[in-house]
């Protein structure tokens, strides 16, 4: 008999039936970033049954310095980060089932790309995305697990309904396009993503072993920089709330009027993106974060920022046009990255 998994099984919170539980478990990861990363490959050695990985980008060579799953050859290769982790993992374990979709997870496929697991595990970078996984999760009652971090700060949430609250009771609406930091804007660190991927990871180990007691119920925030962690009981909130998820049922996110709408700019290789939560954008202050790390030019009506071979057209109403692909996925992780949603 394989030992493999013998050191996990002498710990008492998983044991043998433990073990047992997680082989027959599906877990699926939605995005491969940071935290991703991470988290496949601590997925993966703790024996679970099957893993999907769902992530739209390629690899690039600034992902390197905290994406533990990707090298320089598969730069060389132009893979998509799905696919490179997925050969990564296989060779760690040949008995779990890992698969992956390079799509951009959205109203018209998250019933496809998400159906028949037991837990989803968010490593996304933006908040469009989060909104639409808790939709679906409270809808079809799927536990998942939020996550983020930028700079040197992390946060962690489980929420599993109807037990907990779901993050539209933290949280009522997406924060305004360009109101805040990204990772390409602001920076990170590689040990705060997986500070929280490894939360995550045993949070959805005590989820799928059926060990609800142990888990967490708080919105956890740890800054490694300035070594101070934060729990904030969250699970009083539901009941306060007037969620308009939890309580009312109205899955907004699910509807694709709710997402950034994408169009071909025809005989320019640029692609049209139109937020759903269009707002007033400070060009001012968006110019003062990118001027950082790439060219800018803007005045009150227009930001040009240009970087690498792509060049993002923004408008004070949230309208961008991203010109040197016209790939809509691409399109959209560059605005994502730089402008933030």
């Known amino acids: 008999m394989s030992k493999r998994y013998a ?30 990363c991470t988290s496949a490959n ?45 050969r990564k993992l296989q060779k760690i374990d040949p008995d779990v089932s890992i698969s992956y979709d390079v799509a951009d997870l959205n109203p018209s496929n998250i ?20 909104f639409l996984i808790n939709d679906f999760c409270v809808k079809k009652q799927i536990p998942w697990i939020y996550g983020a971090c930028i700079g040197s700060v992390g946060l962690t949430m489980n929420i599993i309904t109807p037990k907990t609250p779901c993050l539209r ?18 920076g990170i660190i590689a040990p705060i993503a997986c500070c929280i ?27 490694l920089w300035r070594n101070e962690t934060k ?5 009083t909130i539901k009941e306060k709330s007037d969620c308009i998820v939890c309580k ?29 939560n269009g707002a007033k954008i400070n060009l001012t202050e968006l110019a003062s974060r990118l001027k950082k790390i790439g060219s800018v030019s803007y005045n009150s009506y227009l930001l040009r920022f240009k970087i690498d071979r792509y060049e993002l057209s923004v408008f004070p109403d949230g309208r961008s046009i991203i010109s040197g692909t016209n790939d809509a996925p691409t399109a959209k992780g560059l605005f994502t990255k730089y402008i933030g949603i």
């Open 7 to 36: 050191r996990q099984e002498l710990f008492y919170g998983i044991g043998k039936e433990g073990q047992k539980k997680l082989r027959e478990k599906s877990v699926v990861l939605v995005g491969c970033g940071a935290l991703g």
């Open 111 to 130: 019933e496809t790309l998400l159906e028949n697991f037991h837990i989803v595990i968010d490593g996304t970078d933006n908040f469009e995305t989060r």
């Open 248 to 276: 009312h049922r109205r899955f907004e996110f699910l509807n694709s009027n709710k997402h950034s709408m994408t169009t071909s700019v025809c005989g320019r290789n640029s692609i049209q993106i139109l937020p759903h």
């Open 42 to 86: 601590l997925l993966v050695r703790s024996g679970i049954k099957r893993l999907k990985i769902i992530d739209r980008d390629y690899i690039e060579e600034s992902n390197l310095q905290r994406q533990s799953l990707f090298d320089e050859d598969d730069i060389k290769e132009n893979l998509p980060k799905a696919v490179a982790a997925q």
């Open 197 to 223: 991927a490894s939360i995550q990871v045993a949070e959805a180990l005590k989820i799928l072993t059926d060990d609800f007691d142990s888990m967490s119920k708080c919105l956890l925030i740890i800054d």
């Open 169 to 186: 009771c933290i949280l009522e609406e997406v924060p305004p396009i360009g109101s805040s930091e990204t990772c390409d804007t602001a």
């Open 231 to 235: 729990k904030l009981r969250v699970d």
